[in-house]
């Protein structure tokens, strides 16, 4: 097996217990991707350093993936050649919310996570969850992805009291920016508590009353018994075809449907790639317009996700996607738990149209070949897409194929949105083809991880990147 272990190293469990190249990852924010560079140096799977990346990704980048969100994951597992999408999106209230309350989401990561590890961790779940509440607990320099996001809205978090409190920077009535002490006390008990007890407690114990306590104390709705019966959803994928190999798209959600529908209609108009860049993006926008109506999404929303994927030495795949409904969610806390409250999605299907993770597996030869994650707003598949063709039908490094310019259709007829830096040439080649342009600054992000040969059988052909219209970060093992 790729990999080995060094026999007088530390021990398993430990940082540097493989010695060898153990895999690589990317994410949308860098010090999660740093925690999981050091599970699985300490070798662990692409599943436990899923595990640690969201949970770190709680804590620094809580915009799009804290604990009261959700998200969706799909993994391939080699030992047993087995492709399946995890569904832990945040659930919505059985009842609906009495007059004068707003209904609240029930919480899906954290039990979503502990499904993941349940079927395939390998080290601890302590040990998992560890980092994120020391990164909680005593504090971190905020990344540039987490500014960003403050930044941007920065208006309505300074016109509610909890966010205010959660994202206060170092001089009164600032916000958090890039390099200032990012610190959440509360949240690092929170976290102690789920990595002590376990998850269960926030899902039928003390934290789970003290989640719908702080709920109902911000003017929200949501029932401890809504809690208790939450539970994410394992299913098959969606299956497309790239040569020998499967690309699987995630299932329940419209991301993973979008995307395989997209994917399909490029591939029979004339290949995922190729052809002047007018008219791929053409087709790209026409095809992910006939994907979104029959899904019946919206491509135009910015919904605030975040992604990461990862690819390990034992062959595995994982790409995960999450989100809060809404960027921040609802901008209120949950009481002593500090965990962010997201609404319950009044469109879930274009909430799910912006979580669109995906994996492509050799099940002829049981490898990973690839894992990306598409995020950002809900036009990701069709930003995905946009990434995977380049790179896939044309062999275009990663960097070059996260640089290309991407195309996605808006909510009127004919209408194309087009990244503005594509240019004022390509904007008019693809208006002489009927359609309305209008520039965009960016659409979507994507992160890639692309073994052409497989991790086992040529690692040096092995690439990771990270999209540039976001401040994510990848890792590929050096050798």
Partial sequence: MLGSCSESGPPVGSIGHVAAYFGGLSADE??????????????????????????????????????????????????????????????????????????????????????????????????LVLSAERLARFGFPASRALAERVAGSAERLQQMPDARRVFAGSEEGSLVAEGGTFRRFQLAATIGRLRTVGPGDLYNGVLARHFVDGVTAAGGWLTVDDMRNYRPVWRPTIERSFGDHKVHFADGTSGGRIGADIWQRMAEGGGIAGGEPADRLYRLAEAARAAYAEAGARPDIDYGTAGFVIMDRMLNGVACTFTMNEAFGSGRTAGQTDMLIAHAASDPVSVGAALSPVVV??????????????????????????????????????????????????????????????????????????????????????????????????????????DPRGHGYAINAEF
């Fill in 30 to 127: 860098p010090r999660a991707a740093l925690v999981g560079r050091d599970v699985l140096s300490a070798g662990g799977s692409a599943f436990d350093a899923a595990v640690a990346m969201y949970f770190a990704m709680a804590v620094t980048m809580p915009s799009a993936a804290g604990l009261g969100g959700g998200g969706v994951c799909t993994i391939y597992n080699a030992r047993d050649n087995k492709a399946e999408s995890l569904d832990f999106r945040p659930g919505a209230p059985a009842s609906p919310a009495p007059d004068g309350r707003w209904a609240a989401a029930v919480p899906g990561s954290v039990r979503g996570m502990f499904a993941l590890h349940a079927r395939y961790g390998f080290l601890r779940w302590e040990q």
């Fill in 361 to 466: 597996a050799n099940h002829s030869n049981p490898r990973a070949i690839a894992a990306l994650s598409g995020a950002g707003d809900s036009a990701a598949p069709a930003a995905l897409i946009a990434a995977a063709g380049p790179a896939f039908d044309e062999n275009v490094p990663l960097t070059g194929a996260l640089e290309a310019f991407r195309a996605a259709p808006g909510t009127g007829d004919r209408t194309v949105l087009l990244e503005r830096d594509a240019g004022r040439t390509t904007a008019s080649a693809i208006a002489a083809r009927g359609a309305r342009v209008f520039p965009v600054a960016g659409l979507g992000r994507v992160n890639i991880m692309y073994c052409p040969q497989g991790l086992d059988q040529q690692p040096k052909l092995c690439d990771v990147r990270t």
